[in-house]
């Protein structure tokens, strides 16, 4: 299975998720998290139905709720039985966006 990366421009900071694997047949992952060029940490999600959230030293947590922060002011825009529906993005949401966009439709670029 191809390692994956893809990555998310914002603002202030690039944030991106590379060496991305997926399990097959489940939403289970693994992938490094970097910002701007630089490794802070990894994430991961057994495919249990747990959250997607970095897991980062304490040296680069405020660097990732500055990234949080920005993507909360973004809304995920997705329509259901002719109705429109607007998901707020918390890092939750962005990474498993982020890995959905990487692995599956092969985006290198994800955009809020």
Do not use: W
């Not at 202030?12 to 992938?31: C, D, P």
């Not at 910002?35 to 057994?46: K, L």
């Not at 660097?63 to 607007?86: D, M, R």
């Amino acid at each position: 299975m191809a390692k994956k990366k893809i990555k998310a421009v914002l603002t202030n900071h690039v944030f991106e998720l590379r060496n991305i694997q997926v399990a097959e047949e489940t939403t289970a992952f693994s992938a490094d998290i970097f910002v701007d060029g630089q490794r802070i940490g990894y994430c991961t999600n057994s495919g249990k139905g747990e959250g997607n959230f970095p897991m980062v030293s304490n040296d680069y947590r405020p660097l990732i709720e500055e990234i949080e922060a920005e993507a909360t002011q973004h809304f995920h825009k997705c329509e259901l039985n002719g109705k429109t529906y607007y998901f707020k993005y918390t890092m939750d949401f962005l990474i498993g966006m982020m890995v959905d966009a990487a692995y599956y439709k092969n985006k290198s670029v994800y955009k809020l």
